[in-house]
């Protein structure tokens, strides 16, 4: 034990502490990069899994595709066209029907009646024009005319390229082709007034006949888009004519005391169909008028009772004036047999406009020489318009 070398006690180094990294100021980018990682990974997964399932992710996202539709064919495109220039209106009609006229050719285009026919089915359609002025509105003359011998017909309104018009359905007693015996059809006509003075009446004559086809057709002319204007000298009175018609202008002698026969009182417009004269000034037309043929009679801007005989003349045509801005207008026919001369003459009137709407006094205008000096020797009536007292102008 004593020969044992003593051992050293052992020597305790000291402690060295490990090196610490150190992130310093970079730590918020690292941890931002950490993030954006683990957001796209996340994405794509959820992504995948969706894809997997059929479920598109931007299915809310939808976008509309606009389709234009298609063109509805027209089922009149191949029909026939016929064309009434005399009356004004344009339709069309299936190639399977014969259209056909009574009194007159078809090509005049002057005719009242055409029917449509078919080779297999007979009558299908007929038109027909009733001429003469329309005292009442067109309701009211259908109502008189027509639903008064009908009691069970229905009346709806069915206006026409923008004309006044009624679709009448009624039902009638009648053998057709499939019956040997009378059974109850239903049919249609249509009322629709052209102007004051023409109705054209469109009426079914064959229940399946398609009308509501053929009145999808109908168009109204307008006879006077090329026609000329006339405005007289003194500006109370338009009228519109044809073309190949004369306009002369004239003095006729007025009732005046001094007549000026330079003064324009007076415009003839004449053609082949017939003559319109217009008369202004303290003057009128004069005569009196069978009881029979005192008629309402309309033009563009006024209705009034004149006289005719809705064929032959018309007078009596006045903006009803009763001083020196009177103006009177009458016409006749140079062919009072055809046809064609009453309507153009009846066109004409038609389009006349009085510009002159200023009211009408209610004594007959004073003649100035009534209080002048020396004073003159024309009669003083009861009609006359008292003596105007001249107003006093202060330091005159």
């Avoid at 009442?136 to 109502?143: E, G, N, P, S």
Wanted: a neutral charge; hydrophobic letters at 30%.
């Amino acid at each position: 034990m004593d020969n044992q070398t003593p051992v050293a006690p052992s020597q305790q180094l000291p402690a060295t502490p490990l090196p610490q990294k150190s992130y310093g100021h970079n730590w918020k980018k690292w941890l931002l990069i950490y993030l954006i990682i683990a957001a796209v990974l996340y994405s794509g997964i959820y992504y995948f899994f969706l894809n997997k399932q059929g479920t598109n992710p931007y299915s809310s996202v939808t976008t509309t595709v606009t389709t234009s539709p298609s063109p509805t064919p027209d089922p009149t495109a191949n029909w026939k066209t016929y064309t009434n220039t005399y009356y004004g209106y344009t339709m069309k009609y299936p190639p399977s029907e014969s259209l056909s006229s009574i009194g007159t050719d078809v090509k005049e285009s002057e005719t009242s009646l055409i029917k449509l026919e078919n080779p297999d089915r007979g009558e299908d359609l007929e038109i027909d024009v009733i001429n003469g002025p329309i005292n009442t509105t067109l309701l009211q003359w259908v109502q008189n005319n027509f639903i008064r011998y009908y009691k069970n017909a229905k009346i709806v309104p069915m206006p026409i390229d923008s004309h006044e018009g009624y679709l009448i359905e009624y039902p009638i007693q009648a053998i057709t082709k499939d019956s040997t015996t009378p059974h109850e059809i239903l049919l249609k006509s249509v009322y629709l007034e052209k102007n004051k003075n023409t109705i054209i009446v469109v009426a079914q004559t064959n229940p399946d006949f398609p009308l509501n086809q053929i009145l999808s057709t109908l168009k109204f002319l307008n006879p006077t888009d090329n026609w000329k204007t006339y405005i007289n000298p003194i500006g109370t009175l338009s009228i519109q004519y044809p073309p190949g018609w004369t306009v002369t202008e004239s003095h006729t002698l007025s009732n005046r005391v001094v007549d000026n026969p330079k003064e324009i009182n007076t415009t003839t417009i004449w053609g082949k169909e017939g003559k319109i004269v217009i008369e202004w000034g303290s003057m009128g037309f004069g005569g009196g008028c069978n009881p029979k043929d005192h008629k309402m009679f309309s033009v563009k801007n006024k209705t009034m009772d004149i006289c005719t005989d809705s064929k032959e003349y018309w007078s009596g045509i006045s903006n009803g004036r009763k001083d020196d801005r009177i103006t009177e207008i009458m016409a006749n026919t140079s062919k009072p047999t055809e046809n064609v001369s009453t309507q153009t003459i009846q066109t004409i009137l038609a389009t006349i406009t009085f510009l002159d709407t200023s009211v009408t006094p209610t004594c007959t205008p004073r003649p100035a020489c009534l209080d002048s000096e020396p004073r003159c020797m024309i009669p003083e009536t009861s009609d006359m318009c008292p003596r105007t007292t001249p107003t006093a102008t202060v330091g005159k």
